[in-house]
């Protein structure tokens, strides 16, 4: 595709699995998670300011990008990326739908970690 030689990492169009635990709260000894589950997305590192889940402004590292319809991956969650991306642990900041405003760019699922 002519579109991949634009870019300067080719990954960037690749589905990649991720690992996620969701969390689920926290109780006495810290957060709660629900068991493991792999998901499905398109990577991104790359540092840039985000808002969390309080409206503070913090360093997003990486970002992934998922359908619309995707199951919520709520701020606190851990998410593991790909070996590709550097296999580390890390943990959700910030997650939503987004809409471009572009007709041609359909809404998609955004979660942004630190």
Known sequence: MA???LLMYEDWLDLWEFDVDRCR???ATGRLFA???TARGFVRVQTQLVLD??????????????FADS????AESRVVLPARFGGSTVDVV???VRDSGIESIPRYYRIDMA
């Open 35 to 37: 068991p493991r589950e």
């Open 71 to 74: 199951p919520r991956i709520p």
């Open 25 to 27: 709260g926290a109780g």
């Open 53 to 66: 889940s309080d409206g503070r402004e913090v360093t997003s590292s990486a970002h992934i990008l998922m």
């Open 94 to 96: 910030a997650e939503g």
């Open 3 to 5: 579109l991949r030689g």
